[in-house]
C-alpha cells in the first residue's frame, strides 16, 4: 500500500471520511499502528508523562524526541509520521525552530512535525512550510502552557475565548499549517472551527465534529492511569494483562516451575559425559 501523505489527509477531509491518528514512541507500537491501518502516529511529547513518568510535557527534551521518532519511523513505512516539537524547540526563535524541525525530519525520519500555539506562532509555521516542512498545528488545551492555562481546563468556554480560537485555527491555515489538532474545546465549536477551515482538525476532547481523531495510545490501551481525562475511551486493560503475566513468572520462578525442560537448551550425552568426567569434583 502507497504510503500515507499530507494530500492524502486533505482528501479524506474533503470525502468526509474521518481521519485516525495514535500517538506511538516505539517500535513495536508502530508495527502494531500500521498492521491497524491508522493513518497518522504522531510521536508527541506526551511520551514524557506515560513513558518517562514526567510530571508534565515541559521536560522533554529534543534529543528525547528525536530518538523516539526514530524508533517509530522504522515501525511504520506507510502511516503518516509526525513529530511534535518539544516545549522551547521552536518558541525561542525563527532560526530554531527550523533547525529543531529539520532534526525531527533528517535524524527522527518524521514526515512533518507539530508545534502548539494560535496566531502568534503562525510566522513559526509560515517559515517551516516556506523551507519545505509540513506543520500541524495544535491548538485548545495546549499542554506545554499548562502553568499558564492554570492545569489541564477546557479552553474556549467564553465568546471572547472562543472566537480566539476561530481566529487562531484561521491564522494557522493561512500560514500553511496542513492540519490542526483540537484539544480540550466543547464539542460545538471544534465543529465550527472544523467548517470554518479547509485543512483537517483532529480531535482530541474536542467531540464528534472533527475530520479525525486522536488519542494517547496508553491511555486507550490502559497503561497510563495517572491522570485520565473524561475524553480518553479505554479500550483494553492491558496494565490488567501485564500485571497477571508478572505475577505469573514471579510465582513460577518461585516455584521452579519456570524454565521448564522445553524453554532449555541440551547437550548431546556424548558431549555432556565428557564434560562430566573432567569436572567430577564438581558432580558434574
Ligand atoms: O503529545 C501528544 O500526545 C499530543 C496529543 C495529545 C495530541 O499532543
Same mark, same amino acid.
Given at each position: 500500500?502507497?504510503?500515507?501523505?499530507?494530500?492524502?489527509?486533505? *482528501?479524506?477531509?474533503?470525502?468526509?471520511?474521518?481521519?485516525?491518528? @495514535?500517538?506511538?514512541?516505539?517500535?513495536?507500537?508502530?508495527?502494531?499502528?500500521?498492521?491497524?491501518?491508522?493513518?497518522? $502516529?504522531?510521536?508527541?511529547?506526551?511520551?514524557?508523562?506515560?513513558?518517562?513518568?514526567?510530571?508534565?510535557?515541559?521536560?522533554?527534551?529534543?534529543?528525547?524526541?528525536?530518538?523516539?521518532?526514530?524508533?517509530?519511523?522504522?515501525?511504520?513505512?506507510?502511516?503518516?509520521?509526525?513529530?511534535?516539537?518539544?516545549?522551547?524547540?521552536?518558541?525561542?526563535?525563527?532560526?530554531?525552530?527550523?533547525?529543531?524541525?529539520?532534526?525531527?525530519?533528517?535524524?527522527?525520519?518524521?514526515?512533518?512535525?507539530?508545534?502548539?500555539?494560535? =496566531?502568534?506562532?503562525?510566522?513559526?509555521?509560515?517559515?517551516?512550510?516556506?523551507?519545505?516542512? *509540513?506543520?500541524?498545528?495544535? $491548538?485548545?488545551?495546549?499542554?506545554?502552557?499548562?502553568?499558564?492555562?492554570?492545569?489541564?481546563?477546557?479552553?474556549?468556554?467564553?465568546?471572547?475565548?472562543?472566537?480566539?480560537?476561530?481566529?487562531?485555527?484561521?491564522?494557522?491555515?493561512?500560514?500553511?499549517?496542513?492540519?490542526?489538532?483540537?484539544?480540550?474545546?466543547? =464539542?460545538?465549536?471544534?465543529?465550527?472551527?472544523?467548517?470554518?477551515?479547509?485543512?483537517?482538525?483532529?480531535?482530541?476532547?474536542?467531540?464528534?465534529?472533527?475530520?479525525?481523531?486522536? @488519542?494517547?495510545?496508553?491511555?486507550?490501551?490502559?497503561?497510563?492511569?495517572? +491522570?485520565?481525562?473524561?475524553?480518553?475511551?479505554?479500550?483494553?486493560?492491558?496494565?490488567?494483562?501485564?500485571?497477571?503475566?508478572?505475577?505469573?513468572?514471579?510465582?513460577?520462578?518461585?516455584?521452579? *516451575? +519456570?524454565?521448564?525442560?522445553?524453554?532449555?537448551?541440551?547437550?548431546?550425552?556424548?558431549?555432556?559425559? =565428557?564434560? *562430566?568426567?573432567?569436572?567430577?569434583?564438581?558432580?558434574?
Amino acid at each position: 500500500m502507497d504510503k500515507i501523505t499530507i494530500h492524502d489527509i486533505q *482528501a479524506k477531509k474533503t470525502r468526509g471520511e474521518p481521519i485516525t491518528m @495514535l500517538t506511538a514512541y516505539d517500535y513495536p507500537t508502530a508495527l502494531l499502528l500500521e498492521q491497524s491501518g491508522i493513518d497518522v $502516529i504522531l510521536v508527541g511529547d506526551s511520551v514524557g508523562m506515560v513513558v518517562h513518568g514526567l510530571e508534565s510535557t515541559l521536560p522533554v527534551t529534543m534529543d528525547m524526541m528525536v530518538l523516539h521518532c526514530r524508533a517509530v519511523r522504522r515501525g511504520a513505512a506507510r502511516a503518516l509520521v509526525i513529530g511534535d516539537m518539544p516545549f522551547m524547540s521552536y518558541q525561542l526563535g525563527i532560526d530554531d525552530a527550523k533547525r529543531n524541525a529539520a532534526r525531527l525530519l533528517v535524524e527522527g525520519g518524521a514526515d512533518a512535525v507539530k508545534l502548539e500555539g494560535g =496566531a502568534h506562532m503562525a510566522p513559526t509555521v509560515r517559515a517551516l512550510v516556506e523551507i519545505g516542512i *509540513a506543520v500541524q498545528g495544535h $491548538i485548545g488545551l495546549t499542554p506545554q502552557s499548562v502553568s499558564q492555562m492554570g492545569g489541564f481546563k477546557v479552553q474556549g468556554k467564553s465568546v471572547a475565548a472562543a472566537r480566539k480560537l476561530i481566529d487562531d485555527a484561521r491564522a494557522l491555515e493561512r500560514a500553511g499549517a496542513f492540519s490542526l489538532v483540537l484539544e480540550g474545546i466543547p =464539542a460545538r465549536l471544534a465543529g465550527l472551527i472544523t467548517r470554518s477551515v479547509s485543512i483537517p482538525t483532529i480531535g482530541i476532547g474536542a467531540g464528534a465534529a472533527c475530520d479525525g481523531q486522536v @488519542l494517547v495510545t496508553h491511555d486507550l490501551l490502559g497503561l497510563f492511569d495517572r +491522570f485520565t481525562p473524561k475524553f480518553a475511551k479505554q479500550y483494553a486493560d492491558l496494565a490488567g494483562a501485564m500485571r497477571a503475566a508478572f505475577d505469573a513468572f514471579r510465582a513460577d520462578v518461585q516455584a521452579r *516451575a +519456570f524454565p521448564a525442560p522445553e524453554h532449555e537448551f541440551t547437550l548431546p550425552d556424548d558431549v555432556w559425559d =565428557a564434560i *562430566a568426567a573432567s569436572d567430577s569434583d564438581n558432580g558434574g
